[in-house]
């Protein structure tokens, strides 16, 4: 089965450092990877995702990922934290069920702090 | 098109009554997922539909939960007899026919429906 694991509950981290929120994952074939945020109250809403080629990815807001197979990780970075960014974030990977079935599953989500 | 709408967002309901939630999702999407979202958890995948087929279902939907997509536009969930323990964050979401560019669909989700059961 197809799992994503999101090792830090929380990460705190001063406006204006980078920031890294990790995720690893388990696959059978190539994987495709998504990260969402979640605001307080609100839905999620899509930041990026790797499907293939450069293993570096850019999405909304700033925000990229590094894609790294033989770690079996895919972390969210940003160069410059902002206080705007604290939020869950939550990783996924897409399984495939069968029959053109395809659905996302999520890791426990981590709680971004940035600090003014 | 606005997005996915969830209607209501909040609904608290006393414990063995029956509560109906409302999903619309984006209008050319058509793949509609609910998911459930507890407290310090990720979301948890229910069910899914394309068009108007209910494809999967996972086994955290009990016999007490039903889900329907008439026509293959909105979608209902609804719980009958509910317990304390379906208290939750019900979330929906819809994607676009398989991306042809990609081959990854990329999921909207709505703000959700919050349960609370007393």
């Known amino acids: 089965a197809q799992s994503v694991a999101q090792p830090e509950d929380q990460v705190n981290v001063a406006e204006g450092n980078p920031l890294t929120v990790k995720c690893t994952y388990s696959?059978?074939?190539?994987?495709?990877l998504f990260w969402y945020v979640q605001y307080p109250n609100r839905g999620l809403q899509f930041l990026l995702k790797?499907?293939?080629?450069?293993?570096l990815v850019k999405g909304s807001y700033g925000f990229e990922a590094e894609f790294n197979k033989s770690q079996t990780s895919f972390h969210l970075k940003k160069p410059s934290a902002l206080v705007s960014d604290s939020a869950l974030y939550f990783c996924?990977?897409?399984?495939?069920?069968?029959?053109?079935?395809?659905?996302?599953?999520f890791g426990k989500g981590t709680k971004l702090s940035v600090i003014p | 098109d606005t997005g996915v709408s969830q209607d209501p967002r909040h609904k608290i309901t006393k414990r063995g009554q029956n509560v109906t939630f409302r999903c619309d999702p984006i209008?050319?999407?058509?793949?509609l997922y609910w998911y459930r979202q507890t407290l310090g958890q990720g979301p948890e995948f229910l069910t899914y539909?394309?068009?108007?087929?209910?494809?999967?279902k996972s086994r955290l939907l009990s016999d007490r939960f039903s889900a329907e997509r008439p026509k293959g536009s909105f979608s209902t969930l609804e719980i009958q007899r509910t317990e304390q323990g379906d208290s939750a964050m019900y979330l929906c979401?819809?994607?676009?026919?398989?991306?042809?560019?990609?081959?990854?669909?990329?999921?909207?989700f709505g703000a959700g429906s919050r349960l609370t059961v007393l």
């Open positions: 979401a819809s994607s676009p026919p398989r991306d042809r560019v990609s081959g990854a669909n990329v999921l909207t």
């Open positions: 696959v059978s074939g190539n994987p495709y």
């Open positions: 790797y499907i293939t080629g450069d293993n």
């Open positions: 996924a990977v897409r399984s495939y069920s069968g029959a053109g079935s395809y659905q996302l599953t």
């Open positions: 209008s050319e999407h058509n793949r």
């Open positions: 539909f394309q068009n108007e087929a209910q494809l999967e």
